[in-house]
């Protein structure tokens, strides 16, 4: 596999670690705060409704969290096309 193609093939990789995860930003953060919230407020989370919860804090949680499993892909990626330090 030449440089160039290997190039390719990792870029394609992370455009689709990329979109799952901003898939799954989405789906939580407009999701949950938005569409889903009136049935997320029947449940309560420490006196808030868990659709104000999701709305105001869990979709920074998630963000946050979605970080660190790209990081970790991104990582393994390197390694796997030989791009790590």
Known sequence: M????KAIAYWKENVK????LLVVWF??????GILF????????LEGFKLGFWFAQQGSIYTF????FIYVRLMNKL???YGFDE
Do not use: C, Q
Request: glycine residues 6%.
């Open 37 to 44: 919230k009136d049935e997320l407020n029947t449940i309560r």
């Open 27 to 32: 789906i939580v953060s407009y999701g949950a």
């Open 17 to 20: 670690y990329l979109v799952g």
């Open 78 to 80: 390197d390694k796997k």
């Open 64 to 67: 946050v969290i979605l970080i």
């Open 2 to 5: 030449t440089d160039k193609e």
